[in-house]
């Protein structure tokens, strides 16, 4: 029975990242057809490579809310944020989205 639970749960696992990289695909899209000026959130950032995109295409965007549970993501987030001269538009943070 365990067997199949650890079988079950990996299917489960890949469906959900699966679903997760077809709604990033899709808020990219809506985000780059962006019309109002404001903030844009991205919950679970990583590496904040999203992020540093939002910042550097979308000129009515002020804010880039970045954010990850990973304290190693945020550092990446820091600099990929350097790197890519965007240090003024991105907020990185530190917090459970949930």
Same mark, same amino acid.
């Given at each position: %029975?365990?067997?199949? !639970?650890?079988?079950?749960? +990996?299917a489960? $696992?890949? /469906? ?9 695909? %899709? @808020?990219? +899209? ?9 903030? $844009? /959130?991205?919950? %679970?950032?990583? =590496?904040?490579?999203r =992020? $540093?995109? @939002? ?7 002020? !804010?880039?809310?970045?954010?990850d /549970? =990973? ?9 990929? =944020?350097?790197?890519?001269? $965007?240090?003024? +538009? ?9």
């Amino acid at each position: %029975m365990s067997r199949f !639970q650890a079988v079950e749960g +990996k299917a489960h $696992v890949s /469906l959900c990242l699966v679903a997760s990289l077809i709604v990033r695909c %899709m @808020y990219t +899209k809506l985000i780059l057809n962006l019309k109002v000026d404001g903030s $844009v /959130l991205e919950a %679970m950032a990583a =590496s904040g490579i999203r =992020s $540093v995109r @939002y910042a550097k295409e979308l000129s009515k965007v002020s !804010q880039v809310h970045s954010n990850d /549970l =990973s304290e190693i993501a945020v550092e990446c987030i820091k600099r990929n =944020s350097e790197i890519n001269n $965007v240090t003024t +538009k991105i907020v990185p943070t530190c917090m459970d989205c949930w």
